[in-house]
């Protein structure tokens, strides 16, 4: 089975503090992908990132960052210097190529409210 | 030019009633997608496509009945709506099962 747990619900900040988001999965399948994605209050879904099960190196993105880490199953993103335009529901996913293919696997998303 | 259209945007109906929405990308993708937000912001895949053939049928509803009349489109229809189904329905494609996908902007269904 595939899944994915994002423990945070909401995280509360001031602006300019550095802010990560946990992102924790569960897969059977050797290669596999990971996103992240951004949902602002207005709704739409922007993607953010994708990482397969074989890069394990950090990217760095303007403020963005993301650390990958295969031993503990872990897809953290960190926002530096975090801004009011930050302040949306980010949520990770997983996409599998055996079991669970042709579908992305949703956390239930982490509410991240950057107060001014 | 926006990538992935979905409409309407907004749906407001009444228990019993029909309804469609129709999802278009072109982006050129093989695979397309339908989403369902519950009021929790829970997203949960309901039915994939590849090419026009239908990939996943995710233990939805028999009142729920997808149709690809090409690559580039991805309408559903829903009958005999219930309260139940007022969610924000997300229609999304991809290149492929390995690359991200894109989403439309949302169609809100409300069952009143």
């Known amino acids: 089975a595939q899944k994915v747990t994002q423990a945070q619900t909401e995280i509360s900040v001031v602006e300019k503090e550095d802010v990560t988001l946990d992102c924790v999965y569960e897969t059977r399948d050797t290669t596999y992908y990971l996103f992240w994605y951004k949902q602002p209050p207005s709704g739409e879904l922007v993607f953010l990132i994708r990482?397969?099960?074989?890069?394990?190196q950090n990217e760095i993105s303007g403020r963005y960052s993301w650390n990958f880490q295969k031993s503990t199953s872990s897809f953290n993103f960190t926002i530096t210097a975090s801004q009011v335009v930050d302040s949306a529901v980010y949520f990770c996913a997983l996409s599998g190529t055996t079991s669970g293919t042709y579908k992305y696997i949703f956390g239930t998303g982490t509410r991240l409210k950057v107060l001014a | 030019d926006t990538a992935v259209s979905q409409t309407p945007k907004y749906l407001v109906t009444q228990m019993g009633n029909d309804k469609s929405i129709k999802c278009e990308q072109n982006?050129?993708?093989?695979?397309m997608y339908w989403y369902k937000q519950d009021s929790k912001k829970f997203l949960k895949i309901m039915f994939s496509?590849?090419?026009?053939?239908?990939?996943i049928n995710e233990t939805v509803p028999n009142r729920f009945s997808p149709k690809s009349p090409d690559k580039a489109h991805l309408n559903l229809h829903i009958n005999s709506l219930e309260l139940g189904d007022s969610a924000v329905y997300f229609c999304?494609?991809?290149?492929?099962?390995?690359?991200?996908?894109?989403f439309g902007q949302g169609t809100r269904l409300t069952v009143v």
């Open positions: 990482r397969n099960s074989f890069d394990e």
């Open positions: 496509y590849n090419n026009k053939e239908l990939i």
């Open positions: 999304a494609s991809s290149q492929d099962k390995y690359t991200e996908a894109f």
């Open positions: 982006l050129g993708h093989d695979t």
